[in-house]
């Protein structure tokens, strides 16, 4: 029986010891570093989320967010979290949807880990983008309002909010092919034949970039905060993979939700398989993108297939890499064990678009 998400994935719980923080040295650093901050703090861990750990701090004043790297062995490269400080803090500036940036600190010897600490976004998170319980016109309009702010995203210069540096912008791509190729073999537990074929054929297939752009890395609607009582977005959530790169990758991305093959588990990927978008008020994957062409004049269309074969094996290469924490002893959701399970079906799904884009066996 399919597991209810929004259950499964909301709200907090009680930090595992592996996780803990001290939370009466946590609040004393923090009240030298953020105005008006007075402890005592209690700190529980969000249940959503399998990478950085995260948690809701309460203060007899005010909440805030702190999100921290696990702790124990990482991939190179991966939870660089002051990374995701400096861009909140950038795009912040601009008035885009972000929690507020407070403190960051890279002293291990408060919480653990390097960590920083964001404003509490009061609003709702959406687990499934079938949006149970809304209205068809709420829907689409969380929908249009999930379109527009990544075609915002996409028309920031990066130079031009303090980011010319973030990234190295070109071949976006082909870095990313082969940063999770690599990253893929690192965590890699069984010999998964689609991947294999993915790996040799991707780099030799890649679309023709767009202009170097701010990129997310895992847009989706369950890291968008939307308002309580609006279909405003008032923050965007997990930007850990966030760098300069191509927006029509970044941008179809999001676009696996219309494809993604359907689990019973909880820790499976949501999808909108299966469902009568037209009777749910969510628009076909078409005029999705039609709308996004519209906003930002950028076309993902003419190499659709590649793009969502490379997006369906990434996917598949980040959960290996949640199993891999799962071998060392660092993975820091309940749902991550099973997590496995859906690698096979997205490797399957990727070839299936690399097929439609002219893969042969």
């Known amino acids: 029986m399919p597991v209810d998400r929004q259950q499964a994935f909301s709200g907090t719980k009680d930090t595992p010891a592996a996780l803990r923080m001290d939370e009466a040295r946590l609040a004393g650093y923090l009240a030298t570093k953020i105005d008006g901050f007075a402890g005592p703090l209690t700190a529980r861990q969000f249940k959503g989320g399998q990478s950085n750990p995260t948690y809701l701090l309460e203060t007899p004043a005010r909440r ?39 403190t960051y600190c890279a002293d291990d010897s408060i919480a653990g880990t390097a960590f920083y600490v964001m404003s509490f976004a009061d609003g709702r998170v959406f687990w499934e983008p079938s949006m149970p319980g809304s209205e068809p016109a709420e829907r689409a309009a969380v929908y249009d309002a999930m379109n527009d702010t990544i075609a915002r995203l996409h028309t920031f210069d990066p130079a031009d909010i303090g980011l010319a540096d973030y990234g190295k912008g070109e071949n976006y791509v082909a870095r990313q092919v082969d940063r999770w190729s690599k990253q893929y073999r690192a965590s890699q537990t069984e010999k998964i034949e689609p991947m294999e074929k993915l790996i040799d054929w991707l780099p030799r297939h890649i679309p023709p970039a767009g202009p170097p752009r701010l990129v997310h890395g895992d847009f989706r609607i369950d890291n968008l905060i939307i308002a309580r009582n609006s279909p405003s977005v008032i923050a965007v959530l997990d930007w850990e993979l966030s760098t300069l790169g191509d927006p029509l990758a970044d941008f179809t991305y999001h676009l696996m939700a219309w494809h993604m093959p359907p689990s019973e588990s909880a820790a499976g990927t949501a999808t909108l398989q299966g469902h009568d978008l037209g009777a749910l008020g969510i628009p076909s994957m ?76």
Request: charged share 25%; proline share 8%.
């Open 64 to 102: 805030y967010v702190l999100r921290r790297k696990p702790p124990g062995k990482l991939l190179p490269s991966a939870h660089a979290v002051d990374r995701e400080y400096r861009v909140i803090g950038a795009l912040h500036a601009q008035g885009f949807p972000v929690a507020e940036p407070l």
């Open 286 to 361: 078409a005029d999705y993108v039609d709308d996004y062409v519209a906003r930002t004049g950028l076309d993902p269309r003419p190499h659709l297939n590649v793009y969502l074969a490379y997006n369906f094996f990434r996917i598949a290469a980040i959960l290996q890499g949640i199993i891999g924490r799962v071998r060392d002893g660092t993975a820091t959701s309940d749902h991550a064990p099973a997590r496995a399970e859906m690698i096979r079906p997205l490797a399957d799904k990727a070839w299936e678009f690399a097929r439609e884009a002219g893969a042969t066996e």
